[in-house]
């Protein structure tokens, strides 16, 4: 059974920097896509960005681009979403999330396997 377990989240002040951090357990780490969602009371919730097993490719939503990196740690089972330029509209319940699957629609739809117990971000000043 896999785990995810996000770390990160808090208070930034508009314009300001985060960086969140997901471990994964219970299964080999490399035979995972992973990636980041979030969710505002009230609303869907949104693809933010995933990552491939091999870190080599990248997608981002479009309300993040450029501003938000993802990357990964093979090493360290870890996944990590860097927050630049962060503006009140990021403020959410971010989850991480990990499929055998990259891309297509389980990534579009979020309808993936594995899902973290979600970490608030809070963009305010």
């Known amino acids: 059974q896999v785990q995810l377990v996000e770390s990160g989240g808090g208070l930034a002040q508009p314009g300001g920097s985060l960086r969140l951090s997901c471990a994964l357990s219970g299964r080999s780490f490399g035979d995972y896509a992973l990636g980041w969602f979030r969710q505002v009371p009230g609303k869907e919730r949104e693809f933010v960005a995933s990552?491939?097993?091999?870190?080599?490719?990248?997608n981002y939503g479009d309300a993040v681009k450029g501003r938000f990196t993802i990357s990964r740690d093979n090493a360290k089972n870890m996944v990590t979403l860097q927050m630049d330029s962060l503006e009140p509209e990021d403020t959410a319940v971010y989850y991480c999330?990990?499929?055998?699957?990259?891309?297509?629609?389980?990534?579009?739809?979020?309808?993936?396997?594995?899902w973290g117990q979600g970490t608030l971000v809070t963009v305010s000043s």
């Open positions: 990552i491939n097993w091999f870190g080599s490719d990248t």
């Open positions: 999330a990990a499929d055998k699957a990259f891309g297509g629609s389980k990534w579009a739809l979020g309808t993936l396997e594995n």
